[in-house]
């Protein structure tokens, strides 16, 4: 049996939450982010989920899919642009479990992947959502 959906916030909520956050890091990190698209579905797909190694769909919030800078080249230039991907309905079970303020749990997410994008390890995302 399935989860049922909940109710909170739309996707173009979260959108704009998300854009927000981005547009409060600091200069030199929102320089680097102008291409980065972002999207809000209600859960990952299968091949998202098998990306990362995992199976229920309630337990991925967000995603980064792209080449992090550190390891693009000018041989890159034909790839699509790396996108930002957060999951409304797994976000909204964690509002809903955690008491978590949903607009602190999709400026975490957020950060997080938009940390991916930099190359940086899980102290360095830290560190920037303390900074944003």
Known sequence: M????LHGPDAAY???QARAVLDALPAHFRAQLTDIALEVA???TADQLAAVGLADKWELSGLYHGRPLPDQSIWSSGDLPPTISLF???LLAEWHETRVELDD???HVTIHEAGHHFGFSDDDMHWLEEEA
């Not at 399935?2 to 959906?5: E, G, I, K, R, V």
């Open 105 to 107: 749990l999709i400026r």
């Open 2 to 5: 399935d989860t049922p959906l």
């Open 88 to 90: 409304r309905q797994p």
């Open 14 to 16: 979260f959108m704009a």
């Open 42 to 44: 209600e859960f990952a």
